[in-house]
């Protein structure tokens, strides 16, 4: 045994006799003369010292900072890796024989099978409906393209149908137009007829006239035949002469003239009268055409409004035949629409069937141990009824609930290693799960460690050690001795300041080892005082003597 050792230990007990025995005593000799109330009661880290007071003797260690490996000490369990239930989705009777709790399963070994009943028959009716369904595709498909290609035709005839409409209204526009020409035209026909028949008048009027020269002429022909057979008989009888007679014969020439051109007048006058009567009959019959031209363009005008109507039935049944084959199209599309559901809703029937048929059989989700027995044969299983159990022991979870004062020195991918409670085996994994939401009744947050187990060995449940690998962390090794206690009672060191004066430095324990403490709160570099730390308080000059931290 090393004699600064036992020197160590009778500090130790010396100090702690004069702090529990002689804590007055000692107060007073650190302050340098006798107590008094006001002394007494006061903080030794707050105490002034005298200049002239003599230096207490202690022992300084020189300490210089190192990083350590910090570590997370928790208190878990084992947790199997998977657990689950395996259940029926579907009722019926056990068929299979069952299987022994601990056996071994693979992933997807059958653990039950039920008696499937009516259900091949089901998924027989359900696959014909699905063909029936298929089969009033084409059909529909069919009826969609005998609509779409009716499409372009009624298309075709509605802007077939629309250019009509222009041309009648043109039509219609030029007879509107030629009516009044025509009415024009029988306004001026029957401005001539008054003159026809003025002229008419006229005319008759000179016929009189005309048979009064006539009569006149005639009376003068019979005048002059008269005095010609006088002169002629009077000249035979030698009563006249021949010149008489010549003027006789004359005269009855003359007159004879006079009848022929009063006959020619009266003629002519009768010529005049037939055609003022044509004149008068022409400006009537202009009349009566002009009144047939009015007729004719304002049936003209009706026709092109027929036009102009039938052409816009035409649209308006062009639209009606368009809009009949939209609908024929929406029908055919909705017919499709119709035979796709019924395919769909076909196969779910199909897909549900199977699915029953599938739920038939009860297998292992995953490789494991059965942790019951499964359904017994001939029991009658409803859907949620348990098959069995089955859980994954290898790896195997270490479950553990860190404090929220340490989950910040916790990381994922962090090395653990663990001690089961049961014959003290020690197993190593790393951190997989750190849980971002604390328990709100613990305010701990869940950690899981994934530890191997190929012998499944470790088993669910059982109480393990943890301790988490941290971030390194600077700290000094201090003894354990050299820790201190205020006068409110914060633990901490007492350290060696400049002048040789005391100083007081609270830390915080990180770990233990066989050579002393670790703590932190110190500078990188601290003169530690670990002999004598109990008789001096903070603002005293000491006198040290130093030492290596190996001794």
Known sequence: MRISSLIVAGCVIFSLYLVIFEREALLAFAAGGAPD??????????????????????????????????????????????????????????????????????????LCEIDPGTREVSLSEAEARLAEARAALPAARARLAE???????????????????????????????????????LLEAEANVPAAEAGLAQARAGIPAAEAGVAEARARVEEARINLNAAERLSDNGFASEVRLASARAASEAAKAGLQLALSQQEGAKATVQNALSAVEGAKAAVSAAKGQVESAKAAVQSAMSGVEAASAGVISAQSGLEGARAAVETAKSSIESANAGIESAEAAVAAARKEIDNLTISAPFAGLLETDTAELGSLLQPGSLCGTVIQLSPIKLVAFVPEAQVDKVELGAMAGARLASGGREVTGEVTFLSRSADTATRTFRVEIMVENENLTIRDGQTVEIAIRAAPQTAHLVPQSALTLDDEGTMGLRVLEEDNIVGFRPVEILRDSRDGLYVSGLADTADIIVVGQEFVIAGVRVKPTFREASQ
């Open 37 to 110: 109330s006001e002394t007494v009661g006061s903080s030794d880290d707050t105490a002034a010292t005298e200049d002239d007071t003599p230096a207490v003797p202690v022992v300084v260690l020189a300490s210089t900072a190192q990083q350590i490996d910090q570590v997370v000490l928790l208190r878990g369990r084992t947790e199997a890796m998977r657990s689950v239930e395996a259940r029926a989705e579907t009722s019926g009777r056990v068929i299979s024989e069952p299987l022994r709790k601990g056996a071994f399963v693979e992933a997807g070994d059958l």
């Open 147 to 185: 609509a779409e290609a009716a499409l372009p035709a009624a298309e075709a005839a509605i802007v077939e149908a629309r250019t009509r409409v222009p041309e009648a209204e043109a039509r219609l526009a030029e007879a509107r137009a030629s009516v009044p020409t025509a009415e024009a035209r």
